[in-house]
Structures are given as structure tokens and as C-alpha cells.
């Protein structure tokens, strides 16, 4: 996990700095932004399975309409663990 987190930390850096063409940085805080809601929808589905019902991520999960944001992620990945 760690790792994961130092890898965010340097390609943002190389987006901070500049360091990449417009297109380069599009490109790349696209990769960011699915790869983060995956490992917030990972630890997230963990958690409520932990948790069991009591947990408000369940509350999250079941109140969620949009099949394409963090709920829905974490919904799938309850799924797929139960």
C-alpha cells in the first residue's frame, strides 16, 4: 500500500512540476483519478464487510444512484468478496 501511495506521490509531482505536456498530464491525472477510486472503493468494501451491516458505508452503497461513482465501485467490490 505504501508503495502504491509514493507512486501517486510522483506522478503527481511530475504533474506539479510540469515536467509533461498538457495531453501527457490529462492523460496521467486520468490514470490518478481511476486508480485512486479503485483503492478508495478497495479499502472502503473491506471496511464494510468488517463491519458488517452496521457499517454507513452500507448506508453509502445503498443510497448511491450513479453506477459510476465511489459507492458503486464499493458495491461491486462487496460483491465480489461476499
Known amino acids: ?6 507512486d501517486f506521490q510522483q506522478r503527481l ?17 486520468n490514470e490518478l483519478r ?3 477510486k ?3 472503493a478497495t479499502l472502503a468494501a473491506q471496511i464494510a464487510l468488517k ?3 452496521d457499517s454507513p458505508i452500507n448506508t453509502l452503497i445503498k ?3 450513479n453506477k459510476n461513482d465511489l459507492a458503486s465501485c464499493i458495491r461491486k467490490k462487496t460483491i465480489r468478496t461476499i
Open 1 to 6: 500500500m505504501r508503495e502504491k501511495i509514493e
Open 13 to 29: 509531482l511530475k504533474i506539479q512540476i510540469n515536467d509533461l505536456n498538457n495531453d501527457s498530464n490529462n492523460q496521467l491525472l
Open 34 to 36: 481511476k486508480e485512486t
Open 38 to 40: 479503485e483503492l478508495a
Open 51 to 53: 463491519e458488517s451491516e
Open 63 to 65: 443510497n448511491s444512484k
